[in-house]
């Protein structure tokens, strides 16, 4: 490659979108645009990819042959010449129709093609395409009058192999990729049949690249040329595709229409058997494309600002802006079309561009080039309409001088024209395609910003911009503001948006711009545009969790950890008023003041039954004022609950209660992420019932005076830093409230056991609570000589309970209970007591929706009951005995602890409990615990069993006395 670009001045070419040579057939689509080839001169090309250095003539002589070859090349005429009709014999739908039905064809046979022979086609011919790349050359620029032999040589060289060495080892057959992790396999597929127009300006490098990358995803491709480049086009398509073929492509591969129209193109795009769209083309072509129902890829046009900042290498700069908007005569569509200088440099980048030969025009040649390019001059009254002239595009600074009415040195590089503002009433602001660059001051680095996006959204949105700085922050500045996906850094704009020579982008002929461009790629199009990628996944079981405390503590007496924990200076104590009267709290002052050094104390007694997020924000403000180290929550589930949050809201005051009340069905996934607790303080709880769990548990229950709900909050953040078990804590619960938290830990264990997230780690514990509690719950509620051997157990029990729950979850009991316990203020564990049955009955039935979880393969919740029934010496010889005989057994429980068998016979109001279970069924459904119930809540179902609770009835004669009232309603209607 190297010797080829000494040989010959070397171009890097790539397309520029829109024709003026189409501009009044594609008015027919809706629009026009102006288009050009892109083709670099370069001095210097290495075998690394950088290109260095202007191309400017090193004597008279030289100049004097550019200028003889830039006259001698036939210019586009100002009038457009028009295109010539097909031969009326000629059936473009029958012709359109033969090639995509050959197309068909040559894709079932691409599929028989592995990997290896692919890659073998597109290196035949690829090396094809480069051995006739000076020939390809010459019959562009001799058919279509444009361009440089040399620019368009280089061109097909770099679609040649720039692009084919980008995409050389990428997979696009059969499996890509396999994640055993992770279990997904990756299948590559074409994406059918691909329709590609292709322009005047870059007809044969255009048809290789896009001819290439079709090969290399299997896919068949039909072209459609531009009129005034058929020849040369169907050429280089020849070539490919007798090389293609030559190696095992299908006969079929490449193919294009004979006779190019507007028709013939029209018919191609909206074939249905054309599954792709490759556009390039003017701007109503691309969009032509985008409106034919199908999916296309095509690119829009630019304006590029390059902005340079005062910190900017000035003479590297200026350079980049002659090499780049000199090359090929500017027709790049990344070529730069304002040069944004700011004050400080702004002489000394003019005066360095002037020595490499541009010229600086004058307030009347401004003049003259503005009528030349747009056929107004700047604040004239045709401004804001004006068109592009397509006669100038690509045109030399010497004949643009000289057709504008005034002279220039022969060895001109680019012309530069000073203008006072970006906008349509200064038309050098908007997209030339020619070596006219327009000049700007900013007068600091913001106004170079403000300039640059006004460049962009003004002509060019999506394509590319570029800036010359060595300062980096203001280079992520400018490149999150300004509209432009390719964001070029000290580089010639040109160059640096193809990719591959100045920076790591993707080599391409095809510069999407991004929906900023209404295009549907933003990158460099490619290979990987062309393939259909399918997924394999293999079912996974979500990774689980097993979470408690780091240390728990258990035994009569253990409180005595106290005096030996580590850290512990300041202290808040969080409790309620009864704690602190029956002597508990000074029990714990007790052992903090036995530690070695002096501890400090402060109480936060206030915490009612059901902690409000009042409670809890005046508990948080209070320990940002104490600033304490170590939180000791002491009490039932309330004063740890309210700890746990207040510890959330003492060490992060930034979070809002409402993010952390928010359901979720992965509380590793939740949407919002409760922030890592303990930097500034230990939490440390300590319970004195035996049933709640929370000393273990990620969860905290909080109530909303403002929505009269309970949340329950879950985030493994929440999760204590230490437990104290310690039995002799509890030995003073009234009968009525050790009943109710024995009843709620045997739910806690019960809906933990039957979880879909139950697991061989908390499936132990669950039925060792279960056994536990049977076995010592009546004997802690009756009291006597064993009952404080039973309070130990129980209070063990609550603590192996939460220790299941709180990595397994709960289910509809619990999402049921906290509602109605909010609404009509009753005891959680005795509104447990009234649901449990009816739940163990529920989800003891086959159930018609299920709830989805990748572990819980099938529906075991029947099973799952008879084992607790097996365990407890219970009848259960088929899963629905088990069931019956478990359900039997909590209600005999209940009634032996004196606990009410219905919310009726609990004092609730019949007629606003039954006014009320539409929203309270909505909001159990709502409730954090009920994603985990084997079968999944209905709102039907959940009202059903709330009615039943009320009554003290089954779930079958709720449904039967709806039946019932139905059928009777039914037989007294008029129309019955």
């Known amino acids: 490659m190297s010797a080829l670009y000494r040989a010959a001045e070397p171009v890097i070419v790539c397309e520029r979108m829109g024709d003026p040579l189409l501009e009044k057939e594609q008015s027919s689509l809706g629009g026009n645009n102006v288009t050009g080839e892109i083709r670099i001169p370069i001095r210097d090309v290495q075998r690394d990819g950088l290109l260095k250095g202007p191309r400017r003539c090193s004597d008279a002589t030289a100049a004097a042959q550019i200028q003889k070859r830039d006259v001698a090349m036939p210019a586009p005429a100002a009038v457009k010449p028009k295109v010539a009709a097909p031969d009326a014999a000629f059936d473009v739908q029958a012709h359109v129709d033969g090639l995509v039905a050959r197309g068909v064809r040559a894709l079932a046979e691409f599929r028989a093609l592995d990997q290896e022979q692919v890659d073998r086609i597109v290196a035949k011919a690829s090396v094809a395409a480069l051995n006739q790349h000076g020939v390809l050359a010459k019959l562009a620029v001799d058919e279509t009058g444009r361009g440089v032999f040399e620019d368009k040589a280089v061109k097909n060289i770099f679609a040649c192999e720039h692009v084919t060495n980008a995409m050389k080892k990428m997979k696009t057959v059969g499996v890509i990729s396999r994640d055993d992790l992770n279990g997904i396999i990756e299948v590559a597929e074409p994406v059918g049949i691909v329709a590609t127009i292709t322009p005047v300006t870059n007809p044969t490098s255009t048809v290789v690249f896009k001819a290439l990358i079709c090969l290399k995803t299997r896919n068949p491709v039909v072209f459609g040329f531009h009129p005034h480049a058929q020849r040369c086009s169907a050429e280089a398509a020849r070539i490919v595709r007798d090389a293609a073929v030559a190696a095992g492509a299908p006969a079929n591969c490449v193919q294009w229409i004979e006779v190019p129209s507007i028709k013939a193109t029209t018919a191609l795009m909206n074939h249905p058997d054309v599954s792709v769209i490759l556009a390039t083309g003017g701007g109503a072509m691309v969009k032509a494309a985008y409106s034919c129902g199908k999916p296309a890829i095509g690119v829009g046009p630019g304006n590029v600002p390059a902005f340079v900042e005062k910190t900017a290498d000035v003479e590297r700069a200026a350079s980049d802006l002659v090499l780049s908007k000199s090359f090929d005569n500017g027709m790049i569509c990344a070529s730069e079309q304002a040069a944004i200088l700011e004050a ?60 504008a009415g005034f002279e220039v040195p022969r060895d001109t590089s680019i012309i530069l ?12 602001t908007r997209e030339k395609l020619c070596p006219i660059l327009a000049v700007l001051r900013a007068k600091d680095a913001e106004d170079g910003i403000c300039l640059a996006e006004q460049m962009v959204e003004q002509d060019g949105l999506g394509h590319s911009a ?6 980096k922050v203001l280079i992520e500045e400018f490149g999150r503001r300004v509209k432009a996906v390719r964001i070029i850094t000290n580089s010639p704009a040109s160059l640096g948006g193809i990719g591959d020579v100045y920076n790591s982008f993707l080599p391409s002929l095809t510069l999407g711009c991004g929906s900023y461009g209404h295009n549907s790629v933003s990158n460099n199009v490619q290979a990987a545009n062309l393939i259909n990628v399918k997924r394999i996944g293999r079912r996974n079981n979500n990774m689980q969790w097993f979470k408690v405390p780091a240390k728990v503590y258990f035994e009569p007496n253990s409180i005595r950890y106290l005096a030996d924990m580590p850290d512990v200076n300041r202290v808040v104590i969080v409790t309620d008023a009864v704690m602190s009267k029956l002597g508990v709290v000074d029990r714990i002052e007790d052992v903090l003041n036995r530690r070695s050094n002096p501890v400090t104390v402060h109480i936060i007694d206030t915490i009612e039954p059901e902690p409000s997020i009042g409670t809890v924000e005046a508990g948080a403000k209070i320990m940002r004022t104490f600033e304490p180290d170590t939180i000791v929550a002491v009490g039932g589930g309330s004063p740890m609950d309210a700890a746990k949050v207040m510890w959330l ?26 922030p890592p607790l303990g930097g500034k303080a230990s939490l440390v709880c300590i319970p004195t019932t035996s049933g709640t769990g929370s000393e273990v548990t990620p969860f905290a229950v909080i109530g909303d005076p403002a929505t009269g709900y309970k949340y329950p909050l879950a985030d493994y953040a929440l999760t204590p830093t230490v437990a104290i078990v310690d039995p002799t804590l509890a030995l003073g619960m009234p009968a009525r409230l050790a009943a109710d938290s024995g009843v709620d830990a045997l739910t806690h264990a019960t809906e933990a056991y039957v979880s879909v997230y139950a697991n061989d780690f908390t499936d132990g514990l669950a039925l060792q609570a279960i056994k536990l509690i049977f076995e010592n719950l009546p004997a802690s509620v009756a009291g006597g000589a064993s009952a404080v051997k039973a309070h130990e157990k129980m209070h063990n029990a609550g603590t192996i309970a939460g220790m299941a729950f709180g990595s397994a979850f709960l289910g509809v009991v619990h999402a049921m209970a906290h509602t109605i316990g909010a609404t009509y203020h009753k005891a959680h564990g005795r509104t ?11 989800n003891g039935k086959v159930p018609s929706k299920l709830t989805s979880w990748p572990k819980y393969e099938k529906y075991v919740a029947p099973q799952r009951y008879q084992d607790i029934a097996k365990m407890l010496g219970l009848p259960a010889s088929t899963p629905e005995e088990g069931v019956e005989s478990y359900a039997r057994a909590v209600e005999d429980l209940r009634a032996t602890l004196g606990m009410e068998s219905s919310f009726q016979a609990q004092g609730v109001d019949e007629h606003e409990f039954l006014a009320n279970l539409d929203k309270v069924a909505f909001r159990a459904y709502e409730d954090q615990c009920a994603p985990a119930n084997p079968r999944m809540p209905m709102l039907d179902d959940l009202k059903t069993i709330m009615e039943a609770a009320y009554y003290g009835i089954s779930y079958e004669e709720v449904v039967a006395r709806h039946a019932a009232a139905e059928a009777e309603a039914e037989a007294a209607s008029p129309t019955h």
């Open 344 to 403: 400080p440099v702004y002489d000394r980048a003019l005066a360095e561009m002037r020595r490499l030969h541009a010229h600086i025009a004058t307030r009347d040649e401004k003049r003259k080039l503005e009528e030349l390019s747009f056929g107004a001059a700047a604040y004239s009254e045709n401004c804001a309409g004006a068109k592009l002239n397509p006669a100038i595009v690509g045109k030399s600074a010497v004949w643009l001088a000289k057709q």
């Open 417 to 428: 024209v000073e203008v006072d503002h970006v906008g349509l009433d200064e038309p050098l």
């Open 466 to 471: 570029c800036i010359h700085s060595t300062n």
């Open 649 to 674: 809201l003492y060490e992060h005051p930034e979070v809002s209660f409402s993010d952390t009340r928010e359901k979720c069905f992965d509380i590793r996934k939740r949407a919002f992420t409760f």
């Open 832 to 842: 447990n007591a009234t649901l449990l049955p009816l739940v163990i009955r529920y």
